[in-house]
């Protein structure tokens, strides 16, 4: 019997997450859900799921996984809506950037029996310069290669936390075990710092004095500064992961105002050396990280390389759990 899974949010990683179990129909049967209705059909049309459900509440009921591929600003009032019809025993998952404040709604709102793991995908490096959005953007392989990001607050059964490394393996990710405080820093500095980076460009260029002309000749480096700004599409987003991961945020800003300012007096100052240092060393710097996510060994440095399991595992762990609260 298999497990059965509902996504709810069907842009660049539900609909990959579907796509990515498309080979597994004795593993997984694929639900989704979309606020448009036309997305979540699209989706089905592309064979990343088996059924499309209306009704949100009703596409949850049997569900023992729920993954909220939602932007985070939508996690908490999808939570109201389908926290009463949350199958006992039910494991609640989510792709958002601020897992503290995502395990504390679910601690608040969720009745007893529904437990919450978070997922931070890192995705295949073959689409880090990737541009587009949305489910146009969804991709089989996209997990692949990649690391899966896998939190939980304390309290969470074993069995669920195996239940997203087992995703996790399905997907072709690797695993790697956080708990919210970490992870919420990392992605902070990461992902929403970059994102805010651009912002900050953009509004100190955009505008003010010389834009008239700067705009005419402003080239590669600065498109690709800027990109992030437009990931994820809506500012609202954007604004509401930066204020629920705001201690983060602001660590991170000031050590890369710190660093702006270090730049800055050097050149103040007319110091060659510093500024060349410090250039030299962004730059080598880039290019570990870039070598390391390319080959993607993170086998090597210990990460587990566990098979993928196959359904009689995955569901008799929703087998044993079940049983082991009924004693």
Known sequence: MAVQLTIVGMGQIGTSVGLALADQPEVIHRLGHDRELRIARRAKKMG??????????SSVEKADLVLLALPVDQIRETLEIVREDLKEGAVVMDTGPAKQVVAAWVDELLPPGRF??????????????DIDVGAEAAHPDLFRDGLMGIVSPPGVPSEAIKLAADLARLLKATPLFADPVEMD???AATHILPQLMAA???????GQPGWQEARKVAGRSYAEV????????????????????RENVIRVLDGLVASIHAIRNDLSIEDNES????LNRAREGRKIWLQGRLRADWAAE???????????EMFGRFIGRGKKKEN
């Open 302 to 312: 210990g990460a587990s390389t566990v098979e993928a399991p196959t359904a009689s």
């Open 275 to 278: 500024l060349e240092e410090k």
């Open 226 to 245: 800027t990109a992030p700004v437009m990931y994820p599409t809506e500012p609202k987003t954007l604004t509401t992961a930066a204020m629920l991961n």
């Open 200 to 206: 900050g460009l953009l509004n100190a260029t955009i």
């Open 48 to 57: 990343a799921l088996d059924k499309v459900s209306m009704n949100l509440p």
């Open 116 to 129: 919450y793991v978070g997922l931070s995908p890192v995705l295949n490096p073959v689409y880090l310069h």
């Open 185 to 187: 820093g990392l992605v």
